[in-house]
């Protein structure tokens, strides 16, 4: 498995769940997932990606996940 910053993991790409088991498995905790998306987005369709992963001051790892595909914003 490819390495990324200080030897953990590189899980970019990785479906987000699959992508926390990894790091756990290792002994990784996630500290906290974020979500991105476009601007104006509607809701998320499929599963979420990892798109950043980000490790924090206390040893834990922050992961950015987006959607590949979003649904139509409905005006008000």
């Not at 790409?13 to 509607?42: K, N, Q, S």
């Not at 998320?44 to 649904?71: C, H, K, M, N, W």
Request: glycine letters at 18%.
């Amino acid at each position: 498995m490819p390495r990324h910053q200080g030897g953990l993991p590189n899980v970019l790409g990785y479906p987000a769940g699959e992508a926390t088991r990894v790091l756990e498995r290792v002994g990784v905790a996630v500290g906290e997932v974020v979500a991105t998306a476009p601007p104006g987005a509607g809701a998320g369709r499929g599963e979420p990606r990892v798109i950043r992963q980000r490790l924090r001051s206390d040893g834990s790892v922050e992961l950015t996940v987006a959607f590949g595909e979003y649904e139509e914003a409905r005006g008000e």
